[in-house]
């Protein structure tokens, strides 16, 4: 999993509310259980003019310039409800999302994100639109900055907009570590509590001899 410390990058708004995992990655779009190979579904229903096609609607924004190089989404509230597809996240990371900034995420897609690379920012409503609203001149050059050191989204402004996340969440996307990751870094105290447990209750093991 690639680390997140610091981004600066084109943001595309995207303000709309309750944007469900199937609109992200529609189901027809999962045509494999890899990781790769999801990022031309991403939004399919928006960005193509027919189902299933490849014919790019220009009205999308996604399909626009500056925006074909945006690594963050502004977006509105419950942004990942739905189901608990996790090829929604592999098909943003696929595309080059790294950062979603939204009033608030779908629970389990919001774990998805940290746990593929993608920083969740939470940030308020009127914050995001205010945000959106000084991009529209030059987004091209108008640019957000988000830092996980500092937990700070900086507006093209220079307004500087703390934000929360959960400590674990943090750190794993600071380290680069998915949660499998994360618990290997303690292999040896686990394999230190195996061989005291194995003298303690060896009745327990006696199976895997």
């Not at 399909?63 to 996240?89: M, W």
Request: negative net charge.
């Amino acid at each position: 999993m690639e680390t997140f410390t610091t981004l600066t990058a084109v943001a595309a708004p995207i303000l709309r509310i309750n944007i469900d995992t199937d609109i992200i990655s529609p189901s027809r779009e999962m045509k494999r259980v890899s990781k790769h190979g999801l990022g031309d579904g991403m939004f399919a229903n928006w960005r193509y003019t027919e189902p299933g096609g490849r014919e790019e609607d220009p009205n999308f924004i996604l399909n626009q310039a500056p925006y074909r190089d945006a690594k963050i989404i502004l977006t509105g509230a419950n942004f990942g409800c739905g189901s608990s597809r996790e090829h929604a996240v592999w098909a943003m990371h696929e595309w080059g999302i790294r950062c979603v900034v939204a009033p608030s995420f779908g629970v389990i897609f919001q774990s998805n994100c940290v746990r593929n690379g993608i920083l969740p920012v939470i940030l308020d409503n009127a914050v995001i639109e205010n945000i959106a609203g000084q991009l529209e001149a030059n987004p091209a050059s108008k640019q957000l900055q988000v830092s996980l050191e500092d937990c700070t989204l900086t507006a093209p402004d220079g307004t500087p907009h703390a934000f929360d996340i959960p400590p674990t969440d943090r750190a794993m996307l600071l380290a680069g570590l998915d949660a499998i990751a994360v618990t290997m870094k303690h292999d040896q105290a686990i394999l230190e509590f195996q061989a005291r447990d194995h003298t303690k209750r060896p009745w327990v093991y006696l199976e895997n001899q």
